[in-house]
């Protein structure tokens, strides 16, 4: 399997990260899949917990994301073109009228 991979200055790290987080609303909490209603809540039956996808993980899925939507388009985009150049849309309309 092929490898994609890019170089970002140590620098800007953690702005890219930031952004990618901000632009795509990366939730710090998320629902508590343990959580019990019938209980009340604590801190050891919260309804939200510290999200468990880092933002390094969160921003690699969104990036395989965005590649893998963008394959999806264009190929959809080029089937369209092929099935629309096979198509024969050419009809006789004869006028009874006439």
Do not use: W
Not at 49 to 76: C, G, K, M, S
């Amino acid at each position: 399997m092929a490898v994609f991979s890019i170089e970002i200055a140590d620098e800007d790290v953690a702005r890219v990260i930031g952004a990618v987080c901000a632009n795509y609303n990366r939730p710090d909490t998320v629902p508590n899949p343990a959580f019990d209603p019938e209980q009340e809540e604590s801190e050891e039956n919260s309804t939200t917990i510290t999200n468990p996808e880092d933002i390094y993980q969160f921003t690699n899925r969104i990036v395989r994301q965005f590649l893998a939507e963008h394959v999806n388009a264009y190929e959809i985009k080029q089937a369209k073109i092929t099935a629309a150049a096979a198509v024969d849309t050419s009809v006789t309309i004869s006028d009874p009228l006439v």
